[in-house]
């Protein structure tokens, strides 16, 4: 029996718990963070726009939110510090964790939240790349939010009451006594030592109950799906895996086979887009806007998608007449992040390993580094100010557009219709992301990127690994809400996939009849095997069974102790195992002449039978004993002890 | 009763040519294909032909396994795979498998463009034995068939060596390769888990040296480098292109840096910047130092050291030069060795062991008139220096490697009979395991004793654990199952649940006795006070208690 609990409701951001034999493993722990997209953008310099907004008063004329609440743009935003939601943590006792397996770096950013404020004492199993990029990705969500001091921090229009009286979107957001404020450096740290490096393929044992192991997703440096087993069952977790070549390794489907229970997570957010034909329109929208005599701005996330990006334009750039466009990547970890790549060869796709081996750098965006067409800065302050040419192409984040160096340049750039701004995550409704910074009149493209398996590839992949169940997020089981014609874009597998939503609780259907024992080999060559039928031999086991770390063995039990020698009456000693009383194995009826023969060999002369109904009663006259013998049973009658040893030998 | 046997071919009380046999629960792994310094002749490759007579090596060879890339553990490679015929799977690291073609070109220049050997290996052969690797990540578990599983754990020495283990079933061999068990300036520390392997192979290049701290011996090294460039002198170190020579940079770098000097340090051979680029690609396989600051500053990226031409061997003045090979048996650092040895200013110094037979070995040995190529005899003047830098394990390295490991036999290769001897006697004294010391084509057996899994119902097993819930968990109690063995599989279940499996019905014994008691209590009494009397003592017998005070049934 196994039981799931649903953390997350989130589908590409999921984080549930699994109780396996006796281990509970938490998988993922995604930070969902489109709660931010009702906060206020953070401007990096004073905008006088931002600074003058009307506060939001109630349809009575009560003022009592104005401070909290603020009209924009026709919207109502909430200005604070801007907050996330977290995993359910009231649905089971997180302290109980015993492990936590991280799938890919963007599922892991709700990781501090989990290990530092509910009593968890486990470890954390992830990648290298993993961990060294999901470390720079929170490095610059903290930093984000930290360099904009906001004294402000807004909480009475979370009152359940508040809440109701406020427009959409505000008033329908979910589990808004769960949001909370970002995370800090030390915590992150702390956080982060918790983890254990894992590699591909790489078993790891839990408890001697359970193994792990993690399989390449495909889908981003590092990233991976896990299969969790024990001898008898297997369950496989998919989570954010990708069967496109980019630059990771591919992912690995056969390991996959088999499974008693796969867990479907993280499919594509936009089912309907192709990623190479987005790629496409995205250096297109690009040299159109620049060559224009516009800019560019690219919210993004420091890695991933980016490196794909970047060695498009790498390719394409001469031949549109690019090349005299500076190219700017603005993240306090950009530098980390372009040096990072390009260290990870074991963990690329082949054509990218073999690049290592010759030895250059994997990726081709250490050559626009070096021609000095690619240029990182840690922020737009600093450096970037005086090597700052127009027109140009920014990559920066958040892609949420609510904090980060993209915010600046949303200000800056909005009022013109030269300049464009492109959305490659697929992360946030790039309209809401838009919301505060209108009306706009710069352009914006909506080129979604994302190369994680749509329906076609999963239920090709289902056909594939055959798993005996499928559990996945409701929202997989039902065609999207805006397009419910579209009932090509859910699961369709047999049987049907259970499906589980956010702080639902699920048993998953399996039940194991075998566990895993070792016979000594003392024991095992003690054993009597006895052909009962052609190829089948049956042995009878008297052992003593030891249990240690969740794994079984069988000992030859040890002889019985020596009598000892003095009168003194000693304790019994602990080793001597406490017989319970052994019942012998008998099957099978007796053939009475044979028996009979046998009795006369062993000196019983008068031997008498009588049929009965049943079967047969032998007299032994002299020995005043009877002996009924029926198919299944026989039952020995005397008067005396004696024969009775006798009767034993003969069986 | 279920065996391993071990064979070296090469490695077997000796440094060199690397190369090990062995037989696993019916898979053969041969462990290293290396080739030796110290001969030019037939005896610098192993001797295949011992495998197998007739028929196709890859028949025979379920797997090989290569520790790390040098040549004395993988030279023989493309003559192995190409020229005597293997296609099986070949393992080796990441690191491994993009620097190993490059010294094997380099050997291979060596040895036929520069010695002239025809019958050697060629370009094209390096290239097609390389396709026939494939790589492995650290911790890996690879499934080379449905039965046998390799998995490669950190081992230090050089950049991606590795040690492996090898499993089939229940039975395991782990092989060290070398090892380096302290860190160095930019490798870490060897490591394994206690994988309690029933055989552990392990190198034993220093079975009997006790090294002092590094930082003395890098204290020393710096002193005397410094001394000699000071007093004009020119400093040779011979080295291999990777390994010993980035650790040694490193460490002069930073002397260079902070005493400000500025006598030129050369690096030998167009290697150098590749090679330096190779740390810089693989850094995830050094040390935790490099590792944590790379992006701030790449410790590869050395501003002091430039690379040499061989003109610059006749310059005046003093200077520092690493040069490659490190045993001085060939190749350019032989070249300049010539040409300096005649000066008793200048200084060479051995970073690292040379084997038998090499330039090396010889002037490491006190000789000071060599007899060079042409009946030459060269007069050694120079000071020669050795300074064990090689990232081997000491003798604590080794027997600490062993506790971390807890084999249950120990199987000494790469090293020299005397030495390992003495290693051997610790060995057996100090973890009470055999320890083994084959020499090359001498086959050691070593039988294992498998403990068989089976499977049990869970119902039985459940039924038995919760009997061991009771206040006296601790003791150990009998249980007792019937095991059922059909095909190749093995169930343990309850008696009743395997004759009901097998369509069975279960015979019933019944014995009944007359016993005759005299009793002047009454009859329903009696029979309690039997009973009573009966339930106290321990025997193997059913009791069950008076069915309506009249009869006591006893069953057995």
Redesign the interface.
Known sequence: MKLRYCLSGHPTLPCNVLKFKSTTIMLDCGLDMTSTLNFLPMPLVQSPRLSKLPGWVLKDGSTFLDKELKECSGHVFVDSVPEFCLPETELLDLSTVDVILISNYHCMMALPYITEYTGFTGTVYAT?PTVQIGRLLMEELVNSIERVPKAQSASMWKNKEVQRLLPAPLKDAVEVSMWRKCYTMPEVNAALSKIQL??????IELFGAVQV?PLSSGYALGSSNWIIQS?YEKVSYVSGSSLLTTHPQPMDQASLKNSDVLILTGLTQIPTANPDGMVGEFCSNLAMTVRNGGNVLVPCYPSGVIYDLLECLYQYIDSAGLSNVPFYFISPVA??SL??S?????WLCHNK?TK??L?E??FPHAELIQTNKLKHYPSIHGDFSNDFKQPCVVFTGHPSLRFGDVVHFMELWGKSSLNTVIFTEPDFSYLDALAPYQPLAMKCVYCPIDTRLNFIQVSKLLKEVQPLHVVCPEQYTQPPPTQSHRTDLMIDCQPPPMSYRRAEVLTLPYK??????????EL?DS?V?LE??P?????????????KDNK???QL?PKPPQPPASKKRKRVS??V???????P??????PVDQFVQTLEKHGFSDVKVEDTAKGHIVLLQEAETLIQIE???????????EP?RKQGSI? | MPEIKVTPLGAGQDVGRSCILVSIAGKNVMLDCGMHMGYNDDRRFPDFSYITQNGRLTDFLDCVIISHFHLDHCGALPYFSEMVGYDGPIYMT?PT??ICPILLEDYRKITVDKKGETNFFTSQMIKDCMKKVV?V??????QVDEELEIKAYYAGHVLGAAMFQIKVGCESVAYTGDYNMTPDRHLGAAWIDKCRPDLLITESTYATTIRDSKRCRERDFLKKVHETVERGGKVLIPVFALGRAQELCILLETFWERMNLKAPIYFSTGLTE?AN??Y?????WTNQKIRKT??QRNMFEFKHIKAFDRAFADNPGPMVVFATPGMLHAGQSLQIFRKWAGNEKNMVIMPGYCVQGTVGHKILSGQRKLEMEGRQILEVKMQVEYMSFSAHADAKGIMQLIRQAEPRNVLLVHGEAKKMEFLKQKIEQEFHVNCYMPANGETTTIFT???????????L?KR??A??LLP?A??????????????NSF??VS?EQ??KE?G???????????VHIQDPRKEHETVLRVYNHLKGQ?F???FYPPRNGLELIILR
């Open positions: 290298e894992v590699g591909y393929s790489q078993k192991t001898h530098n980390s040096e990072f390009q260290i990870f060869a074991e390993q290592v081996y030895p750098p994997p194991r009849r075998y566990e895993k024992i070792e016979i000594m080999p095992a054993l095997p009962i039928k190829g089948i031999s049956l042995a009878t086991v008297s052992a003593v069974l030891h249990t079984h063995v069988l039990p602990d080793d195992p406490e017989c319970k009383p052994l019942k194995l008998l099957s099978g009826s007796i198919e299944d049973s026989t039952h020995i009658i005397c008067d005396n002890d009775l069986f | 990441h498998k993009a790589a990540h650290l911790h890996q578990t690879v590749k680029h190779y810089k690609l693989f850094i995830t790379f992006v004793n498998p403990s068989i899994p089976v499977d049990i119902s869970l119902g097993l038995e654990t009997i061991g006296d601790k003791k150990p109690k009998l249980m007792h199952g019937t095991l059922i063995m059909k095909d169930r343990l008696p395997a004759l097998l069975l019905a279960e015979h019933q014994l019944r014995f009944t006795c007359r321990v193997p017998f059913f």
